[in-house]
C-alpha cells in the first residue's frame, strides 16, 4: 500500500476564484482509523476553504495533542502550521494572533485537549474573544489512549468495555453559551451539508467562533450504549435550521422551505442565511440558545446547527486598541517612541 498521493490531475478539473484544485487544499494521506469521524471533518475544512477560495498562506493551522491534534497534517498542506503541546494550543495561537492579525487562526482539538488539561486555556480564549476558529472533534474518549472516557462523555453512557460513566459531562457548547462565545455552533461530522458553510461562516466572524463536532470513534467509542456513536447521533440529531453561507459579492440563489427564516449581515458583507426550523429559536439572543439547548437536552436530542452569534462582535485586537499594522511588518522607528511620546505614556500611568 503507498501512502503517497498522486500530482497528477485530469487537464478540466474546476479551479476556484484564485486558481486552486480541490486537491490544493488536502495533505498527506490520514493515519486514522478508517470510518473515523475525524477525517469527515478535514474533508469538511478542505471543501470550506476551496469554495470560498482561500488563499491557503493565509490560514494559520494550529493544535494540542490527541488523534483531532493529527488532523491539520491531513488538510491544507500549503498553510502556516502548529503543532503544540497537550492542552496549550490557544495560548499559541493568541501569540500568533497578536503578532500578525492578517492571518485566519484556525485551532483544531478534541475533548480530552480542551475540556480536561485545556479547560483553563479554553475559557480563557472565549474571554478575550481572540479572533480563531475553534473547533472539538468531540467523540467522549480518548482515541488515542486505548478509549477511556473523556469528560465530554455523557452520563450513564457504555463504554466498549462495557463500563457506565458516573460522572456528568462537560458541555462545551453550554459553556461557551455562558461565557458569552461570540459564535456558537454544534455539528456531527457525517453532515457535510450542514458543517461546511458552519466553518464557513466560522472564518468570517470577527472574533471566537467555536464549532463543536460530535466525531464518532469507531475503534473505542461507537458500541450500542454509547452517545457518541454514529447510530445514537443519527437518531436523536435535531437541528435548529437550513444553513447557508454567502460570501461577499456572491449572488444568492438559496431555495428555502416554508417556515420562518433570518440573515445575519458579518462584517466583511459576507450573509449568513437560516431557514428555520425550531420555531422558539433566535441565533442572536444568547438566552434563546441557552433555552433551546438545554429543552433538546430534556428530550435526550442533540443541537445542531449555528445556535448563536454575536454580529456586533468586538475582537482582542478591538479590544486592546492594538495597531492595524502586524507586528512582523513593524520597522525599528516605529517601534522606538519619540522622548515626548514617551513622556505622554509615562504620565498616564502617574
Known sequence: MSYLKPLFHHPELKKNKVGYLKADYEGVISTLCAGCGHDSISGAIVQACYEISLEPHRLAKLSGIG??????????????????????MPSITTGANMANRNLIYLGVSGDGDTASIGMGQFVHAIRR?????????????????????????????VSKAGAHNPYQAIDLVGLALELNASFVARSFSGDKTQLVPL??????????????????????????????????????????????????????????????????????????????????WNPTDRNTAVNRLQAAKDHGQIL???????????????KLNTVQKPLNHLKEEELTPEVGVLEKINQSFR
Open 304 to 318: 445542531t446547527g449555528l445556535l448563536y452569534i454575536n454580529p456586533d462582535s468586538q475582537d482582542l485586537h478591538k
Open 199 to 280: 466553518i464557513q461562516a466560522a472564518m468570517s466572524h470577527p472574533g471566537f467562533a467555536f464549532i463543536d463536532i460530535i466525531s464518532p470513534c469507531v475503534t473505542f467509542n461507537n458500541n450500542v450504549g454509547s452517545t457518541k456513536s454514529y447510530s445514537h447521533v443519527r437518531a436523536h440529531i435535531e437541528s435548529t435550521s437550513q444553513f447557508d453561507f454567502v460570501p461577499r459579492e456572491e449572488e444568492i440563489t438559496v431555495d428555502y422551505t416554508e417556515g420562518s427564516s433570518a440573515e445575519v449581515e458579518l462584517f466583511d458583507g459576507s450573509k449568513i442565511h437560516l431557514s428555520k426550523l425550531a420555531p422558539d
Open 129 to 157: 474573544n481572540l479572533n480563531m476558529v475553534y473547533i472539538v472533534m468531540n467523540n467522549g474518549c480518548y482515541g488515542l489512549t486505548k478509549g477511556q472516557d473523556s469528560a465530554t462523555a455523557d452520563f450513564g453512557s
Open 67 to 88: 488523534c483531532s491534534s493529527k488532523t491539520p497534517t491531513y488538510f491544507l498542506s500549503n498553510s502556516h502550521g502548529f503543532n503544540s503541546v497537550h492542552g496549550r
